[in-house]
């Protein structure tokens, strides 16, 4: 079935240590979407791209980072200048600019530092 | 820039209507969503509307747009159990080049009592 998959579901850090979240679509999407969700702030958007070799920065991109290799791939790093990172992370796609904006989500990967 | 403000609770008893209310400031709005979150998963869409439109009906779900006031409501006949989970209103504005970035209010907590 095509759908969105992000891994690891559940994933624990130690202070000043990176960790890539993966997220892999097969529904052929050009666009993909990191969100960042924290109780009672909704969604806020960390990074996206609207083609391969090509993202942009959201509204809180500040220790994170991307890559954008491939079409079906778009990891996020959460660095150790992340000064707050324990949160749940939901990747995202959409077909692109023609359709009408609808988001494919993941089901999440939560990151607790501890 | 664009901001999306939902109410963060609502409680109602099963088989009663449900209705969740949104207020948004882009009057560049393009389409307008909503998605359902159930705990630990991402989001799924429930229903859009087009901006020139003023209602959308899907089975239980009847969507009310009032463009002069920016307010978007979502309207669930016959609440069960099973629509307890959070909803979040999201919008796309206009401008082409942001086509599939949406801005999503905090989510409204609805909670379904038996």
């Known amino acids: 079935d095509g759908g969105i998959t992000q891994s690891p579901k559940y994933l624990f850090r130690k202070e000043g240590q990176n960790v890539t979240l993966s997220c892999e679509q097969n529904?052929?999407?050009?666009?993909m979407y990191w969100y960042r969700q924290d109780p009672g702030q909704g969604l806020r958007l960390i990074y996206y791209s609207q083609i391969v070799n090509d993202f942009q920065k959201g509204d809180i991109a500040e220790g994170y980072s991307v890559s954008r290799e491939k079409k079906e791939s778009f990891p996020l790093t959460v660095t150790s200048a992340q000064k707050n990172p324990t949160a749940f992370y939901l990747c995202a796609s959409s077909p692109g600019l023609a359709a009408t904006g609808e988001l494919f989500f993941g089901e999440g990967s939560r990151l607790t530092v501890l | 820039g664009e901001d999306v403000e939902q109410s963060l609770f609502l409680s109602v008893r099963e088989g009663d209507s449900s209705v969740i209310n949104c207020t948004y400031t882009d009057s560049s709005s393009t389409y307008l969503y909503w998605y359902k979150q159930e705990p630990g998963a991402g989001l799924q869409l429930l229903t859009y509307i087009f901006s020139n439109m003023d209602m959308k009906q899907d089975q239980r779900l009847t969507v009310l747009l009032n463009k002069k006031d920016k307010h978007l409501s979502l309207r669930i006949a016959d609440t069960q159990t099973g629509d307890s989970a959070i909803y979040f209103c999201a919008e796309t504005p206009i401008r082409g080049s942001t086509l599939g970035r949406l801005y999503f209010g905090r989510g409204t907590q609805l909670t379904v009592w038996p």
């Open positions: 529904l052929n999407h050009d666009a």
